[in-house]
Nanobody, 123 residues
Framework: QVQLVESGGGLVQAGGSLRLSCASS????????MGWFRQAPGKERQFVAA????????YYADSVKGRFTISRDNAKNTVYLQMNSLTPEDTAVYYC????????????????WGQGTQVTVSS
């Protein structure tokens, strides 16, 4: 059973940066594609970024392209989301997700989820 634990969220001013981490345990981390999603109050869960099992391929939502970077360290069983040039529209709970088969933007396709970490961007 894969367990995912996010960290690194917090309150930041617009234009600032945060780096989220998601630590994995209970499985072979390098066997899972990883994704980051976010959900703001009253809104649907939204795709942010995904990374393939090796880390060789990445995929971003248009809204974060050029500002966010997803990466992974398979030796540390951790995936990261570096977020730069944050805006209030980025405010949400951010979740990481893992799946042994699927690499993409559809949240329902991911089998494993973390509990989320709150990111709040003030104007």
């Amino acid at each position: 059973q894969v367990q995912l634990v996010e960290s690194g969220g917090g309150l930041v001013q617009a234009g600032g940066s945060l780096r989220l981490s998601c630590a994995s345990s209970g499985g072979t981390f390098s066997s899972y594609a990883m994704g980051w999603f976010r959900q703001a109050p009253g809104k649907e869960r939204q795709f942010v970024a995904a990374i393939s099992r090796s880390g060789g391929n990445t995929y971003y939502a248009d809204s974060v392209k050029g500002r966010f970077t997803i990466s992974r360290d398979n030796a540390k069983n951790t995936v990261y989301l570096q977020m730069n040039s944050l805006t209030p529209e980025d405010t949400a709970v951010y979740y990481c997700a893992a799946d042994p088969q699927y690499y993409g933007s559809i949240w329902r396709r991911y089998d494993y989820w973390g509990q989320g970490t709150q990111v709040t961007v003030s104007s």
